[in-house]
């Protein structure tokens, strides 16, 4: 079974700073995976995935994730980040082929100091 | 396009009551999930809906919770009777497919306090 884990609970940075957010997975096969962003009272917006090719993902926002098949990681970064990129962030993996589970990690909640 | 939409936003409850929540996918959207989300918790699925059948529902506590996609569009989420543990955001998504790798687009969510 696939799961995630996402070793910092809370991470402040200010603002202009560059923001690397960590995500280690754990599966037996390739997986996809992917980085959601959750602003307070909102639901998940998809930032990026990966699931095969370059393993350098591009996202919306100006954030970007690593794929890096040894480490079993997929980190999220952005190098300067702004005072509205406050928010929750999760990553999840999906499950290659079959029924689309998705399984998040615990999440990533980023303080921004002006 | 319209979003995923969900209601009610907000809802308080005793604890043995219940209570359902209500979720509309995204237009042609086949595929739609409920995930409960437990304060300081990612999501975690619930239920799995691929049109009106029920693809995955391992994690959903069938002693309580009740869920149902009758026409394929629409969906609703019950919890009868409701506990403490219950309180949580209740999220719905859906996605094109199944296919792997398919985005899955969120609703607001349905926050739930049980009291």
């Known amino acids: 079974a696939q799961s995630v884990t996402q070793p910092d609970i809370h991470i402040t940075v200010s603002e202009g700073a560059s923001l690397e957010l960590r995500c280690n997975y754990s599966?037996?096969?390739?997986?996809?995976l992917f980085w959601y962003v959750q602003s307070p009272g909102q639901g998940l917006q998809l930032l990026l995935k990966y699931f095969s090719g370059d393993t350098l993902v591009q996202g919306i926002k100006g954030f970007e994730a690593e794929f890096k098949r040894s480490q079993s990681s997929f980190n999220l970064r952005k190098p300067s980040v702004h005072w509205s990129d406050a928010a929750e962030y999760f990553c999840a993996v999906g499950a290659l082929g079959g029924a689309q589970k998705l399984v998040f990690g615990q999440g990533t909640r980023l303080t921004i100091n002006p | 396009e319209a979003g995923v939409a969900q209601s009610p936003r907000y809802k308080i409850i005793e604890k043995r009551q219940s209570v359902a929540f209500w979720c509309n996918p995204i237009?042609?959207?086949?595929?739609l999930y409920w995930y409960q989300q437990i304060l300081g918790q990612g999501p975690k699925l619930l239920i799995q809906?691929?049109?009106?059948?029920?693809?995955?529902d391992s994690q959903l506590p069938k002693d309580r919770f009740s869920a149902e996609r009758l026409k394929g569009v629409d969906s609703t989420l019950k919890i009868q009777p409701a506990k403490l543990e219950d309180s949580a955001v209740y999220l719905c998504?859906?996605?094109?497919?199944?296919?792997?790798?398919?985005?899955?687009?969120f609703g607001p969510g349905t926050r739930l306090l049980v009291l």
């Open positions: 809906f691929q049109n009106n059948g029920v693809v995955d």
């Open positions: 998504a859906s996605s094109k497919g199944l296919a792997g790798g398919e985005t899955q687009y």
């Open positions: 599966y037996g096969a390739t997986p996809y």
């Open positions: 237009s042609g959207h086949a595929t």
